[in-house]
């Protein structure tokens, strides 16, 4: 194999997004349990993507109060403990359903030496689950977000990724779907980055960025890029 290293993304990549519609869904049954407005809800809750995702808001709970307060809404804390937890069962899902060809292609990967690591846009939650994740024992070296600080396409996040693996960005390839400027952060760097657009995922197309690059439709597909 040419490359000494492969780097994921998390979500769209290795698990599958969730449809915006169970996310809704998931906000409003938050909101209904804190008795605010679903659409007010779901409007700040958006709005804190960046602070969830670089660990300023910290964990879900802290997350919760912020905006109960923007809402002028005070929450006990037990009612806090109940609507964070309705959004960590949905995480959750997602960080234990990995796709379907996702370990058949870690452990080929590992089966020819290819170190492998993970840089992954997520929450406080997402790092306290990793360690139970079906995917977790073929990762070497996981990245997150929320405990750096930082989020992609900072490229921080990319050299603290190679420096883990012992790797050079050039003797890496990277597989994302795409969201925000994480592929042309990745390949800014010096990486090999490879687009995944699985048939049926274009949901989230609007907020990815443009990229003229190389594209797979599943996993196993990076084998034809690679080798």
Not at 32 to 57: I, K, Q
Not at 71 to 96: H, S
Not at 118 to 145: H, N, Q, Y
Not at 150 to 158: A, F, V
């Amino acid at each position: 194999m040419q490359y000494k290293a492969a780097i994921f993304d998390l979500f769209g990549t290795l698990v599958k997004n969730f449809h915006s519609s169970e996310s809704n869904d998931n906000l409003r049954r938050m909101a209904a349990e804190l008795s605010v407005s679903p659409d007010d809800f779901a409007d700040l809750w958006h709005a804190t993507f960046d602070e969830r995702m670089t660990g300023v808001l910290g964990d879900y709970q802290a997350c919760i109060r912020h905006i109960c307060r923007q809402l002028g809404a005070p929450t006990p804390d037990d009612i806090i403990e109940m609507a964070a937890g309705i959004r960590f069962e949905m995480n959750k899902r997602e960080v234990m359903s990995p796709r379907e060809d996702a370990i058949t292609l870690l452990t080929y990967l590992k089966s020819k030496d290819c170190k492998t690591g993970l840089i992954s846009d997520c929450t406080i939650e997402t790092t306290l689950l990793w360690k139970d994740s079906p995917l977790a024992p073929f990762i070497d070296e996981p990245v997150f977000s929320c405990l750096l600080g930082i989020k992609k396409p900072d490229r921080r996040i990319y050299q603290t990724a190679v420096e883990k693996l012992a790797v050079r960005p050039e003797e890496c390839f990277y597989v994302a779907d795409g969201i925000g400027r994480e592929l042309s952060g990745a390949a800014e760097m010096g990486m090999h980055a490879v687009q995944i657009l699985v048939p049926g995922e274009d949901e989230y197309d609007h907020y990815r960025g443009e990229w003229d690059g190389p594209v797979i439709r599943s996993l196993t597909e990076i084998l034809t890029v690679i080798e």
